[in-house]
Structures are given as structure tokens and as C-alpha cells.
């Protein structure tokens, strides 16, 4: 969805969000979370499920959609990943992954960043730490799913970022 949604909009130069070489840094981080999350069996399990961004997007009628609209959802959906990731750090045991843990919040208020730069208008607010909150009305994510395991959100995650091109 983030690839997708930096093709549309601004023209040339390229985006710092477009360049492979940053993207395919953040996506293969992902997956190897998401690799790493496959085989942590004790200490991984989520108390109750989390909402995450529905990745599974019918791109052909999502680009056709309004820019400010597209910006917001993709927006909430890194904020409802930070938000998960944040709550299964607290949960996991282990300081191996918590490593990783970090390494994926800390991707996502990267990504966050560089598509603020962009300056595309969204609702919702930027603290003074450039992180944004979602409006006050409660309208995260038009598209949402609950994800029961580590695995799934870390799924999710990784597609969440690798749909779509440039």
C-alpha cells in the first residue's frame, strides 16, 4: 500500500520514498521479522487480537481515488501498525526480539516521516515529535483487521509495505 499510494502524486525528482534502495531496505527488515516471528513458539502470543490495515486493496479503484484521501489511510494504517507493534513489545519476553521490535517501530516512523515530507494535507495531527495521531473523531482506517498472532501482524506488516511500485 505505501508503494503504491508514492507512485501517484508528485512529479519528478524521485521521491525519497521511491527509491528502491530505501524501500527494499525497509521491506527486507520486515520480512525478516516477520521470518524471525515464525519460528518464536513460547512468549510470542498475542492476550487479545489487534487491529491492522487491510492490506488486500483493489489497487485498480484505490489510485483512482482522492490523493488526500489515499495519503490519510496510509497514514492510519502505519500508525495502526505502530500502535500493534507497540503493544506486543510489551508482551514479548524476549530480548532478542524485542530488538526487532524496535527496529520495525522505528522503520515505520521513518517511513512516517519521509511521507509526511511529502506534504500531503491528512486529518488527524503531527505532534512536535513529527508523529502523527489520527482525528479525534475516531476514523483511523476505513479498512481494518484484527490479527490473533505475532505472525499475522508481521504478515500484514510486510505487506503492507511491499504493495504496489513506484
Given at each position: 500500500?505505501?508503494?503504491?499510494?508514492?507512485?501517484?502524486?508528485?512529479?519528478?525528482?524521485?521521491?525519497?520514498?521511491?527509491?528502491?534502495?530505501?524501500?527494499?531496505?525497509?521491506?527486507?527488515?520486515?520480512?525478516?521479522?516477520?521470518?524471525?516471528?515464525?519460528?518464536?513458539?513460547?512468549?510470542?502470543?498475542?492476550?487479545?487480537?489487534?487491529?491492522?490495515?487491510?492490506?488486500?486493496?483493489?489497487?485498480?479503484?484505490?489510485?483512482?481515488?482522492?490523493?488526500?484521501?489515499?495519503?490519510?489511510?496510509?497514514?492510519?494504517?502505519?500508525?495502526?501498525?505502530?500502535?500493534?507493534?507497540?503493544?506486543?513489545?510489551?508482551s514479548i519476553t524476549?530480548?532478542?526480539?524485542?530488538?526487532?521490535?524496535?527496529?520495525?517501530?522505528?522503520?515505520?516512523?521513518?517511513?512516517?516521516?519521509?511521507?509526511?515530507?511529502?506534504?500531503?494535507?491528512?486529518?488527524?495531527?503531527?505532534?512536535?515529535?513529527?508523529?502523527?495521531?489520527?482525528?479525534?473523531?475516531?476514523?483511523?482506517?476505513?479498512?481494518?483487521?484484527?490479527?490473533?498472532?505475532?505472525?499475522?501482524?508481521?504478515?500484514?506488516?510486510?505487506?503492507?509495505?511491499?504493495?504496489?511500485?513506484?
Open positions: 500500500m505505501v508503494l503504491q499510494w508514492t507512485r501517484l502524486g508528485l512529479p519528478s525528482p524521485l521521491r525519497p520514498i521511491c527509491d528502491p534502495r530505501v524501500l527494499d531496505r525497509f521491506i527486507k527488515e520486515a520480512r525478516d521479522t516477520e521470518f524471525a516471528m515464525r519460528s518464536c513458539s513460547e512468549g510470542c502470543s498475542l492476550a487479545e487480537p489487534l487491529s491492522v490495515p487491510l492490506t488486500s486493496v483493489d489497487f485498480a479503484i484505490w489510485e483512482k481515488g482522492d490523493p488526500q484521501k489515499q495519503a490519510q489511510e496510509v497514514q492510519s494504517g502505519l500508525w495502526l501498525l505502530a500502535q500493534a507493534i507497540s503493544a506486543v513489545r510489551v524476549s530480548t532478542a526480539l524485542h530488538s526487532l521490535l524496535d527496529n520495525s517501530h522505528s522503520n515505520i516512523h521513518s517511513i512516517g516521516q519521509v511521507i509526511r515530507s511529502l506534504n500531503f494535507p491528512v486529518s488527524g495531527e503531527v505532534d512536535m515529535g513529527g508523529e502523527y495521531t489520527p482525528p479525534a473523531d475516531g476514523t483511523v482506517h476505513e479498512d481494518t483487521w484484527r490479527v490473533s498472532s505475532t505472525l499475522e501482524l508481521f504478515r500484514v506488516h510486510t505487506n503492507f509495505l511491499r504493495e504496489g511500485n513506484c
